[in-house]
């Protein structure tokens, strides 16, 4: 599986932006799709992640209330939709494929990364 990670770029504070994250292969319906991020001198962390059918989700607490992940199976995409922003959500993110919701980062395929940057 191979993934490619967009729509980064630089928003003010309070503003949105929507991730996506298009994946290649025929199995991505199979997968565990999630989100991570690292900040500048920061340890990567997980955001979001969702199960293969879309019903089941799961976030990190920092984002709960403003981040929303979803996934069309139809399009090997899933989203990450991003409401009020703040400026310690300034990272690159990326999407990640996997057998299992975990958040310890244990999934089997990485996209390459996409920047987020908020302004205060």
């Known amino acids: 599986v191979q993934l490619q990670a967009s729509g980064g770029g630089l928003v003010q504070a309070g503003g949105s932006l929507r991730l996506s994250c298009l994946a290649s292969g025929r199995t991505f319906s199979s997968y565990v799709m999630a989100w991570f991020r690292q900040g500048p001198g920061k340890e990567r962390e997980f955001v979001a992640a969702?199960?293969?059918?879309?019903?089941?989700?799961r976030y990190a607490d920092s984002v709960k209330g403003r981040f929303t992940i979803s996934r069309d199976n139809a399009k090997n995409t899933v989203y990450l939709q991003m409401n009020s922003l703040k400026p310690e959500d300034t990272a690159v993110y990326y999407c990640?494929?996997?057998?299992?919701?975990?958040?310890?980062?244990?999934?089997?395929?990485w996209g390459q990364g996409t920047q987020v940057t908020v302004s205060s």
């Open positions: 969702i199960g293969w059918s879309g019903y089941l989700t």
């Open positions: 990640a494929a996997g057998k299992s919701m975990v958040i310890d980062g244990g999934y089997d395929y």
